[in-house]
């Protein structure tokens, strides 16, 4: 089965870089989510999008971005990056319903590291 | 936002069962209580999910307490590759604050041995 695309896997920065993460849904999922993973610390809600427009905001700096295409794959923008960025950074998609018995499908993760 | 509160650690030795318990007294009626966990180095990955009954799927079973101030979740034989953090999350209906993502608080460490 089709699961959740992430790309790079693996990125390198500098400080004060910029950085695009790409995330490809499951076929037919219409949100996506966005998590920042700290060493050692727990998933951090970032973002999310449902339908291509933004349906709730967690703790993402202003230095960072997203949207959501008309394909639904989505893209986080981050910019001015600092040390402190380096991170696991993942990506859910979800079929949304109106209930709380949505299932979330994570993405493999992007691996920054900035330097 | 309603709060879970698991145990830090866990063991358990290969092929014996686990009960991995999750406290959540706090929990609204329309909350579902959902267990996600991260093996390392991956992304975390869904388990299984319930409301009021007891649920089992081919990974797990979630027994969810008649007043559901709590759940476990139950894997009948552990196996190496079960070793990973498991988070007990809660999520509401559209329009709560719990609604849409998935808040990860502490979870537990599984270690199975062989």
């Known amino acids: 089965a089709a699961g959740v695309i992430q790309s790079p896997r693996h990125l390198i920065k500098e400080k004060r870089e910029t950085a695009t993460l790409k995330c490809y849904p499951i076929p037919r999922h219409d949100t996506v989510y966005w998590y920042q993973q700290g060493p050692g610390q727990d998933p951090q809600f970032l973002i999310s999008?449902?339908?291509?427009?933004?349906?709730d905001k967690g703790s993402i700096p202003d230095r960072f971005s997203a949207q959501q295409f008309s394909d639904y794959h989505s893209e986080l923008n981050m910019s001015s990056l600092e040390l402190g960025d380096s991170a696991l950074y993942f990506c859910?998609?979800?079929?949304?319903?109106?209930?709380?018995?949505?299932?979330?499908?994570f993405g493999p993760g992007t691996r920054l590291l900035v330097l | 936002d309603a709060k879970t509160t698991q145990p830090n650690s866990m063991e358990s030795n290969e092929e014996e069962p686990v009960h991995l318990p999750c406290n959540h007294s706090t929990i609204s009626g329309t909350d579902y209580i959902h267990w996600y966990r991260q093996l390392p180095s991956q992304g975390p990955e869904y388990v299984i999910h319930?409301?009021?009954s007891n649920v089992n799927n081919r990974m797990a079973s979630l027994a969810i307490a008649e007043d559901r101030k709590s759940s476990t979740l139950i894997l009948h034989r552990a196996t190496l590759r079960d070793a990973a953090v498991y988070y007990c999350?809660?999520?509401?209906?559209?329009?709560?604050?719990?609604?849409?993502?998935?808040?990860f608080g502490q979870g537990t460490i599984l270690t199975v041995h062989p």
């Open positions: 999350i809660l999520r509401g209906n559209a329009g709560g604050t719990s609604y849409g993502k998935l808040t």
């Open positions: 859910a998609s979800s079929f949304r319903t109106s209930g709380g018995g949505e299932t979330q499908y």
């Open positions: 999008f449902y339908e291509k427009m933004q349906s």
């Open positions: 319930g409301l009021t």
